[in-house]
């Protein structure tokens, strides 16, 4: 059997991931392919319990490495349960956020380098994503997209901490530009589905 089609969805908070993975899972469903939705921080019960001491707004004290870990745990019981035993079984799995957001909010927002991805190496063991469609609007209009109360702790990170995010997003788009799809999503939702699909349809063809 052939492995499942691994997606995952990366930009900015508001940038309009949610709406699109649930797009593109409808679409991908209506081609006769079996898909999964899945996201992270999260997507099992242990990772959604580390996904709420990451995003709980008391914890402002925590450490940037011990958050970097958590997610980097976080994420290996999410491949080792969820998206590993699916692509084995030929699924297709959409994964909101995945470790190229690691690299970005942790390696270069939070200053740690280049030790995020070499740790995010050992937690995915090789279950690589085949495409990523990197979202990509202005960080302060994700912002207004979103509600003011809905945000958790790094959505309430300083605007700067946010561009420079979305600088190193770039920097990954030009370093991997086979695998990351960058996608003007300054656009309307139609226009940026329409996007999507055309890349997934000539993917499984
Ligand atoms: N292209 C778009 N233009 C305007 N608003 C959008 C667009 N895409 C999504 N939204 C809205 O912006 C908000 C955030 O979208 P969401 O899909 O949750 O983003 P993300 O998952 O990237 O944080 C939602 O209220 C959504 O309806
Ligand atoms: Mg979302």
């Avoid at 099992?44 to 709980?56: A, F, G, M, N, Q």
């Avoid at 699916?86 to 959409?94: K, M």
């Avoid at 470790?99 to 030790?115: E, F, H, K, P, T």
């Avoid at 690589?128 to 003011?148: C, N, S």
Wanted: hydrophobic content about 35%; proline content about 3%; aromatic content about 8%.
């Amino acid at each position: 059997m052939n492995r499942g089609l691994f997606i995952t969805f990366e930009g900015p908070d508001g940038s309009g991931k949610t709406t699109q993975i649930e797009r593109l899972k409808s679409f991908i469903q209506s081609k006769g392919y079996d898909a999964i939705l899945t996201r992270e921080p999260g997507g099992t019960p242990i990772s959604e319990k580390l996904r709420e001491i990451v995003l709980d707004k008391h914890n402002m004290e925590m450490d940037y490495m011990t958050e970097a870990l958590l997610y980097a745990a976080a994420r290996a019981q999410h491949v080792a349960q969820v998206i590993k035993p699916a692509l084995d079984v030929g699924r297709t799995v959409i994964c909101d956020r995945f470790m190229d957001s690691s690299i970005v909010y942790q390696g270069y927002g939070r200053g740690l380098g280049d030790c995020v991805r070499i740790i995010n190496e050992y937690a995915v063991r090789g279950c690589f994503p085949d495409i990523t469609f990197l979202l990509k609007v202005d960080p302060e209009i994700g912002k207004l997209r979103i509600k003011a109360d809905e945000q958790d702790r790094l959505e309430l990170e300083k605007l700067d901490y946010h561009k420079a995010v979305f600088q190193a997003y770039e920097e990954l788009e030009k370093k991997y530009p086979e695998r990351i799809i960058g996608i003007d999503a300054g656009r309307s939702i139609d226009e940026i589905s329409k996007e999507i699909k055309e890349h997934i349809d000539r993917l499984l063809g």
